[in-house]
Nanobody
Framework: VQLQASGGGLAQTGGSLRLACTAA????????MGWFRQAPGKEREFVAG????????NYADSVKGRFTVSRDRAKNTVFLQMSSLNPEDTAVYYC?????????????????WGQGTQVTVSS
C-alpha cells in the first residue's frame, strides 16, 4: 500500500495547517488510519487515529482540542486538521494504515507508512 502525504509546510504560532494522506489501494478502506510525528532526536510518537469507518477517533493528550482527524473512505484519504499550532508541533508527520479496523497508539499497530511531510511552526 503506497501512502502519499501532503499539506505540510511552515506556519506561525497560533496558525493552522491541514495534512492529507491518500492510499493508493483500497486495502486501507477497512483499516484504521493514524498520524504520527517525529521531531529531531526524538522517537516517533502517536498523534491521532481514526477507525475504519470514521466513527471513532483518538488523540495524544498534547494535541487534544487542537487537532482533528477525519477520513474520506471513498477516496482512501485521511486528513489531519491542525490548529493553534505551537513550535512544539514542529516535526515530520507520518500517516499510516493500521493492521486492523481500529487505530492503535503504537507504531507496531500499523502496517504501512507514508514518506512523511515536514511541519515547521515558527515562534
Amino acid at each position: 500500500v503506497q501512502l502519499q502525504a501532503s499539506g505540510g509546510g511552515l506556519a506561525q504560532t497560533g496558525g493552522s495547517l491541514r495534512l492529507a494522506c491518500t492510499a493508493a489501494k483500497r486495502t486501507s478502506s477497512n483499516n484504521g488510519m493514524g498520524w504520527f510525528r517525529q521531531a529531531p532526536g526524538k522517537e516517533r510518537e502517536f498523534v491521532a487515529g481514526i477507525n475504519w469507518n470514521g466513527g471513532s477517533t483518538n488523540y495524544a493528550d498534547s494535541v487534544k482540542g487542537r487537532f482533528t482527524v477525519s477520513r474520506d473512505r471513498a477516496k482512501n484519504t485521511v486528513f489531519l486538521q491542525m490548529s493553534s499550532l505551537n513550535p512544539e508541533d514542529t516535526a515530520v508527520y507520518y500517516c499510516a494504515v493500521a493492521r486492523g479496523a481500529w487505530a492503535g497508539t503504537r507504531t507496531s499497530d500499523y502496517a504501512y507508512w507514508g514518506q512523511g511531510t515536514q511541519v515547521t511552526v515558527s515562534s
